[in-house]
């Protein structure tokens, strides 16, 4: 097997691993976002295109990486930015989370059917 290939599989397990062994799925609960609620509304108010980032780079992380809370942050995104920059917010994130599966296996191979095709 292709170094970059095993390579590419490792990170993916060791993130999707990382996840399950630190937990961090608490973070992904209505109780754990109610209860944080006023701190990230007191941080959205000083910080609105800095938190809406932080929270497209998770969403996109989350649902890119198929691991369980993307309904919940969902929920979060109309709770924390209200209902019309929540929607956009989730919808360009899962959007862009859809396109990793097709998008990076496509451009990494890309280069392998190069090589094949240039030696036929």
Do not use: E, H
């Not at 989730?90 to 990494?108: E, G, M, N, Q």
Request: charge should be positive; glycine fraction near 8%.
């Amino acid at each position: 097997m292709n170094p970059r290939k095993l390579l590419l599989i490792l990170a993916f397990a060791l993130l999707v691993g990382a996840f399950f062994a630190l937990d961090l799925g608490r973070f992904f609960s209505l109780d754990y976002v109610k209860s944080q609620q006023a701190a990230i509304d007191a941080y959205r108010v000083t910080q609105p295109a800095l938190t809406a980032g932080i929270f497209f780079a998770i969403y996109v992380a989350v649902t890119g990486l198929s691991l369980p809370g993307a309904a919940i942050m969902t929920l979060a995104a109309g709770a924390i930015f209200g209902v019309l920059w929540g929607t956009v917010i989730v919808s360009f994130a899962s959007t862009s989370a859809r396109l990793w599966p097709f998008w990076f296996p496509a451009s990494y191979c890309a280069t392998g059917c190069r090589g094949d095709l240039a030696t036929n």
